[in-house]
């Protein structure tokens, strides 16, 4: 895809902050994506920790100006579930062959997790480049990743895990940064 943007990037130029949003309660999801949508944050994150985590997908994807994805997506099986329900986007806490190989076989946008070298290699074997850096401040922090810039300058991250508020733009200010995941925009519901 050399002179194109993937659609993952596109996502991910989107929107500075992705909100990570673990729903307990299918009746706050529709009304949560109609507020984040009006204040600024379009790409939702929904992660797979919970039972009504799927449903929520599908109600939020109702919000007009809503990108919904599916988070804590850890196997092929959730990942087509998760495409089932109708996520327009896969983040995963980490990177394996079979569920990277699943992801690009159905050819929807990818985010997978990456914390050390060998991952993000493993990710380029793939013929992937864009990443979640996760856990980000457990894994070394803003340090790591600009220690991982060097020999994997081609790749653009959403560093995720520990970034509060507070900490964000200094994530953001790194170049190969395009935008962070955060938990504390709204706490589990």
């Known amino acids: ?22 729903i307990d309660d299918l009746a706050r999801a529709k009304p949560l994506a109609k507020a984040l949508v009006s ?18 997908i599908a109600e939020m ?9 599916a988070g804590t997506v850890t196997n092929p099986d959730a990942l087509a579930a998760a495409i089932d329900a109708g996520a327009e986007f896969i983040v995963s806490p980490g990177l394996t062959e079979p569920l990277g190989s699943a992801a690009i076989a159905a050819e929807i946008p990818f985010l997978p997790g990456v914390a050390t ?9 793939l013929g992937l480049n864009h990443f979640k850096f996760f856990p980000a ?3 070394g922090g803003i340090a790591a990743l600009k220690a991982l810039s060097g020999p994997f300058g081609q790749c653009l991250f959403c560093p995720t895990g520990g970034i509060s508020e507070a900490s964000a733009p200094q994530w953001q200010a790194m ?6 995941g955060g938990s504390w925009v709204v706490p589990s519901l």
């Open 137 to 139: 401040e457990a894994a």
């Open 39 to 56: 204040s600024g944050y379009p790409v939702l994150e929904v992660t797979l920790r919970t039972a009504c985590a799927l449903e929520a």
């Open 117 to 125: 070298a060998g991952d993000i290699m493993r990710g380029l074997d």
């Open 61 to 69: 994807k109702q919000v007009a100006g809503a990108v919904v994805g």
């Open 175 to 180: 170049d190969n940064v395009l935008c962070v």
């Open 1 to 22: 895809m050399t002179g194109q943007i993937r659609p993952i990037e596109q996502l991910m130029r989107r929107a500075r902050v992705i909100p990570v949003l673990v």
